[in-house]
């Protein structure tokens, strides 16, 4: 099917008008404060819609519609056991701390919680994980181009660059967020759009059932068997519902990053809790158009699986809408890559850079660094993308690099914020060793990555409780607004907080 020359059109006057929309806010950015926390000055509403755009990117409408083409609705456990009662637990009982805590990034506050290694330890592995997983999203574009468009897969990777790159090297995190906003309503549009016409095409929700049924029992089974190798449901039940969601929505510094630049702890709050109400639909756009494209072409094998979402585009809906839907995608993928490098430069300025290299420096001097890493980290992405190639699917990519470490991070947070007990040396070795934990069972075991990140999140807790209560307890003085029931004395609260924020 030929590209019309109305959705050319479209599709390139959006791609030439988001990034002069996010460069205009190049003009905001003073400090680097400015760059990495939009000057806190978030509000809620800008702090949803950037966090749902930021979530729902190209490994969504790639890796999840080729999850549903391979595995069926299994896949839309990621968006409602995978999400929506994280995302209360993290409005309610996680981001209160790390707003008052006033960091730049969850490394850092894992720092002032535990020690120093525990924050170092934590950046890299969080800054390396986004750093990598940048190269999943251009690999999933690259995917796209190719597949809608004819560019390219690695010519794509290089346009992906460009335009992501133009106003994030810039606008920070303030141009991030105010694009999120624009791309999160195109997503919508054009998703809606999508999956309407789909269903209309093979008639209904029925229609969808009686094609694929025959051929693959399974795909309507919501909780697949246990000797499933991707999706069993006992793994889907502990190692996503109790560990790599909530690691996810309460500990993921592209998604908590948001949050830290909220005007208030309110905003904070509150905009993470509204952003659990558009979730729960994000299966129609993202989950059911792989059924969809199964259901019309069930040849496609292998990693053209994961094409599933573009070849719907390109055959299925007339010209013009087609144009607006590749848009959609577009939004999708820029508003992950756009949040991706800008929370990994937060990192490694901050956490690495700024605590290692240079200690004390201009706030232009660290805005400056940070711009240099976000553009080291585009050509890095770009080298990386291919290796996506080594997996069974985007989605099983990007969830098996988090299972090395999510489980571990969120046991050590968890106590950490409320568990007074736990100290510093307990912090530290529940990290390293539930690390190593889910090390083991990846290279050496092979283990699906659900299972992965259960044992890995149990044996960091275990660690954590044991070595806490048999080394000495650190001093409350350390504790006061960073743990649960020990609040901030009331006498020079705004000082402490002012420090904080400083990062004194």
């Given at each position: ?100 805590a006033g960091v730049y990034t969850v490394p850092e506050f894992l720092g002032k919680r535990y020690n120093v290694a525990v924050r170092v330890i934590e950046a ?97 089974t919501l909780f697949l068997p246990l000797d499933n190798p991707t999706y069993p449901w006992l793994g889907m039940i502990f190692g996503l519902g109790l560990v ?175 568990w007074k007990r736990a100290n510093q040396w307990g912090g530290l070795f529940g990290l390293l060793g539930g690390v190593g934990i889910s090390t083991f069972l ?63």
């Amino acid at each position: 099917m030929d590209i019309g020359g109305i959705d050319l059109v479209i599709v390139i006057v959006y791609l030439v008008a988001i990034p002069l929309f996010g460069f205009y806010f190049k003009k905001y950015v003073k400090t680097d404060k400015d760059y990495f926390l939009a000057g806190r000055m978030l509000p809620w509403w800008v702090i949803s819609m950037s966090i749902i755009g930021t979530n729902i990117g190209a490994y969504d409408y790639i890796g999840a519609a080729g999850g549903a083409y391979r595995f069926g609705i299994a896949q839309a456990h990621y968006e409602w056991i995978g999400a929506i009662p994280a995302m209360v637990l993290a409005a309610l009982l996680f981001v209160p701390y790390y707003w008052k805590a006033g960091v730049y990034t969850v490394p850092e506050f894992l720092g002032k919680r535990y020690n120093v290694a525990v924050r170092v330890i934590e950046a890299l592995l969080w800054g390396s994980f986004l750093a990598c997983v940048l190269g999943v999203f251009f690999w999933a574009s690259g995917l796209m181009l190719n597949e809608y468009l004819g560019i390219p897969v690695e010519l794509s990777l290089i346009v992906t660059a460009l335009i992501v790159g133009i106003y994030t090297i810039t606008g920070g995190l303030a141009a991030v967020a105010m694009t999120d906003v624009v791309q999160l309503l195109v997503m919508f549009i054009g998703g809606i759009a999508l999956t309407v016409l789909g269903l209309w095409t093979v008639g209904g929700w029925s229609g969808l059932v009686d094609k694929i049924v025959p051929t693959h029992p399974q795909h309507f089974t919501l909780f697949l068997p246990l000797d499933n190798p991707t999706y069993p449901w006992l793994g889907m039940i502990f190692g996503l519902g109790l560990v790599l969601s909530p690691a996810w929505w309460c500990c993921h510094q592209a998604i908590i990053q948001r949050t830290l630049g909220a005007r208030s702890e309110w905003d904070a709050k509150a905009g993470m809790m509204f952003a659990a109400f558009p979730k729960m639909f994000i299966p129609v756009l993202v989950v059911l158009p792989g059924l969809l494209a199964l259901a019309i072409n069930p040849h496609l094998a292998g990693s053209d699986m994961d094409k599933a979402f573009p070849w719907l585009i390109k055959n299925l809906l007339p010209t013009g809408l087609a144009g607006l839907v590749f848009a959609a995608f577009m939004a999708a993928l820029i508003s992950s890559v756009d949040s991706t490098l800008n929370s990994a430069a937060t990192l490694w300025t901050r956490d690495i850079y700024q605590r290692f290299f240079v200690k004390k420096a201009s706030d232009k001097h660290y805005l400056k660094v940070g711009r240099i890493l976000t553009f080291v980290f585009i050509l890095w992405a770009i080298a990386f993308a291919p290796l996506t190639k080594k997996f069974p699917g985007i989605y099983v990519a990007m969830q098996t690099l988090l299972s090395i470490f999510q489980g571990p991070t969120f046991a050590i947070t968890l106590l950490g914020i409320y568990w007074k007990r736990a100290n510093q040396w307990g912090g530290l070795f529940g990290l390293l060793g539930g690390v190593g934990i889910s090390t083991f069972l990846f290279l050496v075991m092979e283990w699906s990555f659900l299972y992965i990140a259960w044992w890995s999140f149990v044996g960091a807790l275990v660690i954590t409780v044991v070595v806490s209560l048999l080394t000495k307890p650190d001093p409350i003085e350390k504790l006061e607004g960073l743990v649960y029931g020990l609040v901030i004395k009331d006498k020079g609260i705004q000082d402490v907080l002012k420090k904080r924020a400083e990062g004194k």
